[in-house]
């Protein structure tokens, strides 16, 4: 799809909430902002918590993506909308659309949660335009998270050249803190999610008691990556309605994944480890699922080694989401693109001097945000200051023709390695007092500018 330079993408997310899709369109939010694109979070109600004058989840303000109360409906823009929210893409159709599938049972679920509602009282209110493959949508484009989806909207008439794979990735926390699993260390304890396929999990507990289950279940997320480490093997009887988070964790963890053959599952693609390790959900297979389990335990680095193809996979998806986003904007690099930057240590008067140097003289930076942890919007500090002005509780640097986002260190930190900044700036005096944050921003050697005042 064709981004102008005017071009305003608006992508839609259920606000106040913390699960797998709210963290893809952030991720892809990320992606598009480093692109150098005009993009936005649209925020709907997800449930009663949500709160419309502050809708980013804590876990997502470290993205600092900016956020609109309102869509710009105009012929140049762009909404991206999950399936979940179909509803979404008939707010206007002078706006063009993509609409992401991520999980294909997200979306039928949808539809027949709608459809009972009207069934319960068909003359409460009108029925409302959702997505149902309509031949009038045929301008809509079409993501797909997982080969499961893109077979799924195939099948219902949806044509290759509205088609684009963007697919998502494993948050780099996760990945930082699954490198340093130790193999050797592995337990037999069997990881499972009590919320996918319970019912049938419940019975290959029945028929083994004696082998350690253990449920991942009101954990942090730090905690599901210390069993993940522990654990052998990780099953997952569920429907799997497209690249499902967990099972990745799992592998990349060093965990040996035994799946169904439900939804993703059941292609070689989207869940990559061999069929000896995938079973059909049925009785007769309870005895071979518990065997399968048990050789693992007993020859684990053979059947370790038989996922290596998955995990592999697994660790380039970044990259591979970067090549997808690209490829679905046709997007190219422009040899005059501005390096980003952030300016270092700490907020003080010759900041706005080294802010206001960057953006005025022609040396192919911008400043894109100012490293101060006294007056990030994180800490909700309010500041009287003529050159600090605060909206949406983040405070932002005013030099008179940009504002620029005060961040913590630990967001730069973050940033640097999603490159939303490609530098680093500094004065020359200021170099000894990052010695302190140096390590945490992780900078690379070439990526600290240091300037001599004038």
């Not at 936005?40 to 993506?65: G, R």
């Not at 699954?178 to 304890?189: F, G, L, M, R």
């Not at 640097?397 to 967001?411: H, K, M, R």
């Amino acid at each position: 799809m064709k981004v102008y330079p005017d071009t305003k993408i608006f992508i839609i997310s259920p606000g106040n909430i913390h699960s797998g899709g709210p963290e893809l369109v952030h991720q892809l939010a990320s992606q598009l902002l480093k692109m150098d694109y005009n993009v936005y979070m649209f925020y709907l109600p997800a449930n009663a918590s949500f709160d419309p004058a502050d809708p980013v989840d804590p876990f997502y303000k470290k993205y600092h993506i900016p956020f609109v109360r309102n869509l710009e409906i105009d012929h140049k823009n762009i909404m991206i909308v999950p399936e979940s929210s179909s509803l979404n893409l008939y707010v206007s159709t002078k706006i063009r659309r993509i609409m992401w599938w991520m999980s294909v049972d997200n979306y039928i679920n949808n539809l027949c949660n709608i459809l009972k509602k009207f069934k319960q009282n068909p003359l409460d209110s009108t029925m409302p335009k959702f997505f149902y493959f309509d031949k009038d949508d045929s301008n809509i484009e079409h993501w797909v998270q997982s080969d499961y989806a893109k077979i799924f909207i195939k099948n219902n008439g949806i044509v290759d050249r509205q088609i684009y794979r963007v697919r998502d990735y494993l948050n780099e926390a996760f990945l930082q803190r699954a490198s340093h699993v130790d193999i050797s260390q592995k337990e037999n304890i069997v990881a499972y999610n009590p919320v996918k396929g319970f019912e049938f999990t419940q019975k290959l507990l029945k028929v083994a008691p004696e082998i350690n289950w253990q449920a991942i279940r009101d954990m942090t997320p730090e905690e599901v990556q210390q069993l993940l480490a522990r654990a052998k093997v990780y099953i997952d009887f569920g429907n799997h309605p497209g690249r499902d988070r967990i099972p990745r964790e799992a592998a990349v963890s060093g965990c040996c994944v035994v799946t169904g053959r439900r939804g993703a599952a059941g292609n070689p693609n989207d869940i990559a480890i061999d069929d000896s390790f995938k079973f059909n959900d049925t009785d007769d297979n309870l005895i071979p699922i518990v065997e399968r389990i048990k050789d693992i335990f007993t020859n684990f680095n053979k059947n370790y080694e038989s996922q290596r193809k998955y995990r592999e996979q697994i660790m380039t998806e970044r990259a591979e989401f970067d090549r997808d986003v690209k490829a679905a904007f046709g997007y190219k690099e422009s040899k005059d693109r501005l390096k980003k930057i952030a300016i270092l240590p700490n907020l003080h008067s010759d900041t706005l001097e080294l802010t206001k140097y960057l953006s005025t003289n022609n040396l192919g930076y911008i400043p894109k945000f100012i490293v101060d942890d006294r007056v990030a919007w994180r800490k909700g500090v309010s500041v009287k200051s003529d050159v600090i002005r605060t909206y949406d509780s983040t405070n932002y640097l005013y030099t008179g023709s940009l504002l620029i986002p005060i961040i913590s260190v630990s967001d730069a930190a973050f940033l640097y390695r999603e490159q939303r900044i490609d530098k680093f700036a500094i004065f020359k005096q200021d170099v000894p007092q990052i010695q302190e944050i140096a390590p945490e921003l992780g900078i690379k050697a070439g990526d600290l500018l240091v300037f001599n005042r004038n």
